[in-house]
């Protein structure tokens, strides 16, 4: 009667953990932006910066440097940034590419996400960057 009923159980349980680790998966939440996005304009690119505001740096050198400005005054500047993030799965559009930043790092004021466009048969070079929450957007890299 105790291992039938020490069985039961277990099964139970089982049951019961095949179904948490199966069918609750976490809660993934979705990034809403409510101001419109900053528009920079580097020659042949545009930055969109969402819900980043002024004070947002990053640490060239052992000095923080506000992003926008560092993009402006620096002509490797794209290039800095993606050394310095960790390069993520992004969409499967032949070229767009997602970075984020590594928690442990220094590098940033507060943690990113930086799209880069290059669509294969598209025309933009968009770039987006806003907090870690943001994600690729279906009107993203058109």
């Given at each position: 009667?105790?291992?039938?009923?020490?069985?039961?159980?277990?099964?139970f349980?089982?049951?019961?953990?095949?179904?948490?680790?199966?069918?609750?998966?976490?809660?993934?939440?979705?990034?809403?932006?409510?101001?419109?996005?900053?528009?920079?304009?580097?020659e042949?690119?545009?930055?969109?910066?969402?819900?980043?505001?002024?004070?947002?740096?990053?640490?060239?050198s052992?000095?923080a440097?506000?992003?926008?400005?560092?993009?402006?005054?620096?002509e490797?500047?794209?290039?800095?940034?993606?050394?310095?993030?960790?390069?993520?799965?992004?969409?499967?559009?032949?070229?767009?590419?997602?970075?984020?930043?590594?928690?442990?790092?220094?590098?940033?004021?507060?943690?990113?996400?930086?799209?880069?466009?290059?669509?294969?048969?598209?025309?933009?070079?968009?770039?987006?960057?806003?907090?870690?929450?943001?994600?690729?957007?279906?009107?993203f890299?058109?």
């Amino acid at each position: 009667m105790k291992k039938l009923l020490l069985c039961t159980a277990l099964i139970f349980l089982i049951v019961i953990g095949i179904k948490i680790w199966v069918y609750e998966k976490p809660e993934s939440k979705e990034f809403f932006c409510d101001e419109e996005p900053i528009i920079l304009d580097l020659e042949s690119r545009k930055v969109y910066f969402y819900c980043i505001d002024d004070e947002f740096t990053v640490n060239i050198s052992n000095q923080a440097i506000p992003i926008k400005e560092f993009l402006l005054s620096n002509e490797n500047a794209l290039s800095i940034l993606e050394e310095n993030l960790q390069k993520e799965e992004g969409p499967s559009d032949g070229g767009t590419q997602i970075y984020k930043s590594i928690k442990t790092s220094d590098f940033t004021s507060e943690l990113i996400t930086y799209i880069r466009c290059n669509r294969l048969g598209g025309s933009t070079t968009d770039i987006y960057i806003g907090p870690i929450e943001l994600t690729y957007q279906s009107d993203f890299c058109i």
